[in-house]
């Protein structure tokens, strides 16, 4: 493979540090084809002007979070905008001290399209939006040296916005879009500025906001999601097929000490769930990752809200072996061996590629490798694709480094055996019988 030093850099050290990297997905992605899939047919329904909501339920480490950017770059590339955010404790749904307020300029600080896919897109958003309107506008045959040009292009502009009056919150998001239409046909650089902040939520008082763009309300804690779906009808006027939330790290709320402050955020779930289910939200799609627990503990995740844990629940015929890729609740299979294998082969042609040497793992050593790992005591259930591809990283690291060693020799294994018990099926046979590529 071909792939840039930087791009290839930036994928090594953050598989090597545990995180998924932001670009360069597609050279190592394997796998997930289903889940994949099935969040593709979504996004068609979103497309159309419906909503989804979806959970991707996985162990740390199991690709949750690389499902969720690989989704991000799918989505992007279809036309649509792209948000995301991990949950922590200074960023949750609901809060009591703007919790949930630091997640949506999260969002907003994170927001992509295609041609600005590393975040900070909303600028760049509003300025196409506004020129789009001026294309417009020329299109139908007016010269933009006509004096009547400016006071045209405003009408169209009011007649797009004016549409997002009828949603809640709708008539000043309006206002502050108009607002900054002024500035940016007058240059004025420090007012577009204070309507670009407003967008973000970083205004802290209203009386601030009413004196720099005169309207009466800024985005709290409570209201933010109605801007969310504001900021997504926006998107479709200016020519995006729609807006794809994306928010990991779930569990954080189910750490939230306090009991009512919990339920608090499991209702905004609630409502964000009902919203996209029942169509009243349109164009926009919202992905949440998190773990088992996170979801399934009743005393603290997201079942011990009833009213969730009712929609949620998995009904009578789905198993773990069968799963049910259209329910809400995506809940990932592990990677199986011969996947494992076919990422390792990506990552050994990678990491050769950025220090420059001839890849010399072959793939009698990457096979030695997988049943290695998996040989671990307890890894059938616990070993998961971060671990063992840091792993992975760590022995092409030291045989870069140790040309004169084969892999065997630098995993401290001459020869491949499981631990007494490990790795055997009831019939006594080691259970890689059928492991062929």
Not at 195 to 222: F, Q
Not at 234 to 246: I, N, P, T
Not at 311 to 332: C, K, N, S, W, Y
Request: charged fraction near 25%; include cysteine.
């Amino acid at each position: 493979m071909q792939i840039p030093k930087r791009i290839a850099n930036g994928l090594i050290n953050a598989l090597k540090g545990g995180v998924v990297p932001r670009v360069g997905l597609g050279y190592i992605a394997v796998g997930r084809t289903n889940e994949i899939n099935a969040l593709l047919h979504d996004v068609v329904i979103a497309e159309d002007g419906g909503a989804f909501f979806r959970f991707i339920v996985g162990k740390y480490g199991s690709g949750k979070s690389f499902l969720l950017q690989t989704m991000r770059q799918h989505v992007m590339d279809r036309g649509f905008a792209a948000a995301d955010a991990d949950l922590s404790p200074e960023r949750r749904l609901m809060g009591t001290k703007g919790q949930g307020l630091a997640t949506y300029r999260e969002l907003m600080m994170s927001l992509s399209v295609k041609a600005k896919p590393d975040g900070g897109a909303l600028s760049l958003i509003l300025e196409k939006w506004i020129n789009g309107v001026r294309s417009e506008v020329i299109d139908d045959g007016m010269s933009s040296d006509n004096a009547f040009f400016d006071s045209e292009v405003e009408r169209r502009i009011f007649s797009k916005i004016n549409s997002l009056n009828d949603m809640v919150h709708g008539f000043d998001f309006a206002a502050v879009i108009a607002a900054y239409y002024r500035a940016f046909r007058d240059g004025d650089d420090e007012k577009s500025a204070k309507a670009v902040r407003w967008l973000r939520g970083e205004y802290s008082t209203k009386t601030e906001a009413k004196a720099d763009l005169g309207v009466n309300v800024i985005i709290t804690d409570d209201n933010w999601y109605d801007y969310i779906k504001l900021m997504c009808a926006f998107l479709v006027s200016a020519g995006y097929k729609g807006l794809v939330v994306m928010i990991d790290e779930l569990v954080n709320v189910m750490k939230i000490p306090n009991s009512t402050t919990r339920q608090y955020n499991y209702e905004k779930i609630l409502m964000m769930y009902n919203d996209c289910m029942q169509g009243k939200a349109s164009h926009l799609g919202i992905i949440i990752g998190g773990t088992p627990q996170c979801i399934e503990d009743t005393r603290r995740g997201v079942f011990s809200y009833d009213a969730l844990r009712s929609r949620l629940e998995r009904g009578r015929f789905a198993t773990d072996e069968v799963h049910d890729m259209l329910a809400p609740i995506i809940r990932l299979n592990p990677l199986t061996y011969e996947e494992l294998t076919v990422l390792t082969e990506k990552l050994a042609e990678i990491h050769a590629g950025l220090y420059g040497y001839e890849p010399r793992i072959t793939l009698e050593d990457r096979i030695f490798f997988v049943k290695a790992e998996f040989e671990r005591v307890g890894a059938s259930t616990n070993v998961t694709p971060r671990e063992m591809i840091r792993d992975f990283i760590e022995l092409l690291n030291i045989a870069y480094q140790n040309p004169d060693k084969t892999l065997p020799q630098l995993m401290g294994e001459e020869e491949f055996k499981f631990a007494e018990g490990e790795g055997e099926n009831s019939d006594g046979t080691d259970g890689f019988e059928d492991f062929e590529l």
